[in-house]
């Protein structure tokens, strides 16, 4: 009686373990895509009015653009903050190292303009919306190796899943959800089956 | 006897693939290892004399005081250069954000001395031989967020193995 129990647990927590484990490497892949392909990221505020919404989108930002040089000028950017490291901001680029940058000082007040020319390894960056961004004009031009990513999408459904106030959409979220749920062990299942089908060919093979 | 060729190299393969597996399963441990906890680094060059040598020395930096801001003055860290950000550079921190910096302009030619305040979410890093190194002085206060790890010990050259002494100011 006690041994059938022991035995049964022991199957309980090995299948246990399995899907922890199947699942500790679904968020290690997830994890390294998110670091060196492509991440997504909130983006709040008025800078970039009227590109970017003041309450909140969600973006796409793909990491190799900027590992291989392919930033330039027009392009929307995630970049850390030099004024406080453990910040991500979105901005648009608008000189790289080498180029010539005219600016207005400080729009709402006087016309004077300002020309600097951005150091090697530096880029300008500005939000699109000038009376109410903190860009290069405050801080200076941004080394390079600050810049985090290059944005090329914004995820539209948002809006929908996070209006609360209308019930129907978050009973959809919630099903959503649970589907996910349940297709995660559906596909959990069918690897198992698969390797296990896989071992017994293999291990089978040698005997007639 | 096309049968147990099959099996052969049925055998083979699969004994290849768990070892290519493994292999592969031992790249991604030692690379995770070198980007969250430590890294080693060649730091060559006349700017670090006489903590590091000219000719290069292997030195080991961890990355967990950086993420959580356990950097001080004193310390020497690896950073990403603001002039070229292909290019991994090591000096030590004089000033963090808000510190008061005291700097020889130009040390070779005249006793001239200027004194600024590093901005916040900035640090002021100087090589040891100040007659031989671009730092602070050069490009200005860097954002903390180009520091990539602290270094802590000396591996080579075997006369220098330990740890790197923190220099009190």
């Known amino acids: 009686m006690g041994v059938s129990n022991v035995k049964q647990w022991s199957r309980i927590v090995k299948e246990a373990l399995d899907r ?7 968020l290690c892949l997830l994890h390294v895509s998110n670091t ?28 190799l653009s900027v590992r291989f040089g392919k930033v330039g000028p027009g392009d929307i950017v995630l970049v850390r ?8 901001i979105t901005k ?8 010539r940058v005219t600016f207005s000082v400080d729009p709402k007040d006087s016309r004077r303009c300002e020309t600097v020319v951005v150091p090697e390894g ?15 004009r405050n801080f200076g031009a941004v080394p390079y190796g600050l810049l985090q990513g290059k944005v090329f ?14 019930t129907f959409f978050y009973r959809l979220l919630h099903f959503i959800l649970l589907w996910g749920y349940i297709k995660w062990n559906i ?5 198992e089956n698969f390797r296990i089908e896989k071992d017994n060919i293999l291990n089978h093979m040698p005997r007639k």
């Open 92 to 99: 648009r680029v608008v000189g790289m190292g080498g180029d």
């Open 20 to 26: 922890a484990f199947f699942t500790a490497k679904f």
């Open 153 to 166: 999408w914004r995820v539209c459904l948002f809006h929908l899943l996070i209006s609360f106030h209308n």
């Open 187 to 191: 596909i959990f299942d069918c690897l």
């Open 122 to 136: 530096h880029v300008w960056i500005a939000g699109d919306n000038i009376y109410a961004s903190t860009d290069s």
């Open 81 to 88: 903050s030099p004024q406080n490291p453990r910040k991500i």
């Open 36 to 63: 060196y392909l492509c991440t997504v990221a909130l983006a709040h505020g008025p800078s970039m009015l009227p590109t970017l919404n003041l309450s909140g989108d969600l973006i796409l930002a793909d990491r």
